[in-house]
């Protein structure tokens, strides 16, 4: 085997880097487990959202007049619902292949969401339910805003201190880098798995939570350094972080024609596709018209181009050619989501964040399965923890699949509070069955609930629906359940060729 | 699509390269470790040609990463299950002594403490840095989260709590004064 090229690390070092790292991540654990679980599922929001919404007219471009068509519509609809606050047309340069358009005031919460056919007229309420409910629990934690992104920010901060802690505890980084190990004994096997989905994800484990840190803090972090920057002067750091805007002010004022600010905006960008056509306040002095173009060189996707309610351009955003620090700024989400690029490239992409992602769930579950192997071998075991681990583990597909299940029917039933009582429910068999016990039963119900919820999909969509996008995550869901179901030793070896005694007799960890 | 290739081989190569230096150790190995890093930065500067540096490079990374661990998914080997031996070839986290007060002075260290610390130094950063405003804020904002998770994990890795304790009140009370008194 190769001798080792990294310098000698003190042992002494390396034990109380441990300690750190074992402390924070075990502290930690279970909000770091919940975050990456649902950010993984959010990598592809987009395809949940078609999946959702799979009779909604497949629509690939949109010409100036229907947009103009559909941002009256918005604007119908928001005065009939009483609110002049916030119209924002999307469009399929914005990540799925409809048009539609979402009214919302921020004042009373009123938030709603209409899918629009070609010619930009109204067809119905855009189903979200489940990707609503994914997006909250991986933005607030289902927690009031403010607080949730907090929160959500901290455990972004202790995900990458735990990634450095981690680096320095790891004195064989390139000695064992191709190293992979399964058997032996449960710590050294749960050891291999931690470190080398660590290491050659490295990058990826690096961007996230700093990404994440960053979004999740930025109210209070951008805040403070921007206060500091500008005196206190909140209004121009806002201007200079998030673009140019135009003061409060009720005073009646007719809504400008948007037409030719976006021809102006196609003419001035030729690589441009506009992706989202917003207006702020409109039918008042204070309204501000936001058009974002997307341009799939550029890492932060769209940059905002803002209008006054004479139609005068006041300025963008700068995230495409704007200075470094607003492009960096820019380039936040995208990094964090893996939302870039274009094309087959995005395909990619997509699909390396949802392994890397996933990976970073199964590093959170193998620290803690470390902890407990190490516990048992010192003669100090923990079935307790190790029984609320594998609940809170497996509790989360349970719980998924209920939402899910329950937005496509339709059922009025809160979906926070389903996922809490499932949750909830998980923990409970473990004071009666042992852990391994518990692991495969979670796993089955996991299974049989994500299953549940294909059959429900097709039972309302058919086979195949208009977007051929909900065949797709079908199928993945129908994989996954029985990765799931093959996951269970009794059910695998069901399926198994009978195997001579002595030959492949060795079976590996559940 | 020529150059797409081009930038994937070079992936594979420098990872190929990485692996067979890994499993030998004669003369030729270091030849084999420069090879492969040269190659790597080879395929990024490729994607960053292809695709644009803005979405080639982190492309170019993220394939590095996956194709890593499909080499070492590769490289899998399968072992007789057996019990733990008291003597295993792993270091263990240190053992500190257990006084509470001592945990509640580390977790005081690691969050608010690291925090203060790090925001201290990102306004510092952000009113000292000789760039326009948006750039030295993003770069104060960048550090914040980067300073506090390393300030965490020091504070809560290090024997000596007091000498935790005294670096992080000194930088606190520098970057104070950059930010607002100079």
């Not at chain 1, 309610?309 to 820019?330: A, K, M, P």
């Amino acid at each position: 085997m190769a001798r080792a090229i990294w310098p000698k690390v003190p042992s002494r070092f390396v034990s109380a880097m441990l300690a750190g790292h074992s402390a924070l991540g075990l502290a930690f654990a279970a909000l770091i487990y919940i975050v990456c679980l649902s950010g993984t599922v959010l990598v592809v929001a987009h395809e949940i959202d078609r999946w959702e919404n799979p009779d909604a007219p497949i629509i690939h471009s949109v010409d100036t007049d229907t947009l103009v068509r559909a941002l009256d519509v918005g604007m119908d609809k928001a005065e009939q619902a009483g609110t002049h606050g916030y119209v924002n047309v999307t469009t399929p340069a914005d990540g799925h292949p409809n048009l539609s358009v979402r009214i919302a005031d921020f004042q009373t919460g009123l938030d709603e969401t209409f899918v629009l056919n070609g010619e930009g007229d109204l067809m119905g309420p855009r189903r979200d339910g489940f990707g609503h409910f994914m997006e909250h629990l991986h933005f607030y934690l289902h927690l009031p805003h403010t607080i949730g992104l907090f929160v959500v920010g901290l455990i972004g901060v202790a995900l990458l201190s735990s990634v450095w802690s981690g680096v320095f505890s790891h004195p064989r980084i390139f000695r064992d880098a191709f190293r992979f190990r399964r058997g032996g004994t449960k710590r050294l096997e749960e050891a291999d798995l931690h470190n080398r989905l660590s290491v050659w994800g490295l990058p990826f484990h690096i961007v996230v939570p700093l990404t994440g840190a960053i979004l999740g803090l930025s109210t209070f972090v951008l805040g403070i350094l921007a206060m500091a920057a500008f005196d206190g002067d909140l209004e121009r750091a806002a201007e200079v972080v998030g673009g140019p805007g135009v003061p409060h002010d009720e005073a009646v004022m007719a809504v400008p024609d948007v037409a030719p600010m976006i021809e102006s905006l196609k003419a001035d960008h030729p690589d441009g596709r506009l992706a989202r056509l917003a207006i702020r306040e409109f039918g008042t002095a204070g309204q501000t018209i936001q058009i974002d173009l997307a341009k799939a060189s550029d890492l932060t996707i769209t940059d905002r181009y803002i209008f006054d309610g004479n139609g005068t351009y006041l300025g963008s955003r700068g995230f495409s050619d704007g200075s470094l620090g607003n492009q960096v700024i820019g380039a936040l989400g995208p990094l964090h989501f893996g939302w870039f690029s274009k094309g087959w490239v995005a395909g990619v992409v997509k699909g390396i964040y949802l392994v890397l992602g996933f990976a970073l769930t199964v590093i959170t579950s193998s620290g803690v399965a470390i902890w407990i192997a190490r516990r048992r071998d010192k003669g100090k075991p923990v079935p307790g923890w190790e029984k609320a681990w594998i609940a809170l583990v497996w509790g989360q597909p349970v719980g998924y699949g209920a939402v899910a299940l329950v937005a496509l029917a339709g059922l009025p039933v809160p979906h926070l509070g389903l996922y809490l009582v499932l949750c909830a429910a998980a923990f409970l068999p473990g004071l009666f069955v042992s852990a391994l016990t518990l692991s495969r039963a979670l796993r089955i119900v996991s299974a049989a609930v994500i299953l549940g919820v294909v059959i429900a999909h097709i039972a309302r969509y058919g086979v195949l629906p208009a977007d051929a996008m909900a065949l797709v995550i079908n199928l993945s869901l129908l994989a996954t359940s029985l990765l799931l179901l093959a996951s269970v030793q009794p059910i695998l070896q069901t399926f198994r060729p009978a195997t001579k005694p002595g030959i492949g007799a060795e079976q590996p960890a559940e | 699509m020529v150059g797409t290739i081009a930038g994937l081989g070079a992936v594979l190569a420098g990872l190929g390269s990485l692996r067979l230096a890994w499993a030998r150790s004669d003369g030729l190995r270091p030849w084999l470790i420069l090879g492969g890093w040269f190659l790597l930065a080879a395929a990024i500067l490729v994607f960053a040609l292809v695709i644009g540096g803005e979405t080639g490079i982190p492309v170019a990374i993220l394939l590095v990463s996956i194709a890593g661990l499909g080499l070492v998914l590769s490289n899998r080997e399968v072992r007789p299950r057996k019990e733990a031996r008291r003597r295993e070839e792993v270091i263990d986290p240190s053992d500190r002594r257990s006084r509470w007060w001592r945990g509640v002075l580390r977790v005081l260290l690691a969050g608010p403490l690291s925090g203060l610390a790090a925001i201290l130094v990102g306004v510092a950063l952000a009113k000292q840095l000789p760039l326009a405003d948006v750039d030295a804020i993003a770069i104060g904002g960048l550090a914040v989260p980067l300073l506090w998770a390393g300030g965490m994990a020091w504070t809560l890795s290090d024997d000596k709590i007091l000498r935790a304790l005294a670096v992080l009140v000194l930088v606190s009370g520098v970057s104070f004064v950059l930010a607002f008194l100079v």
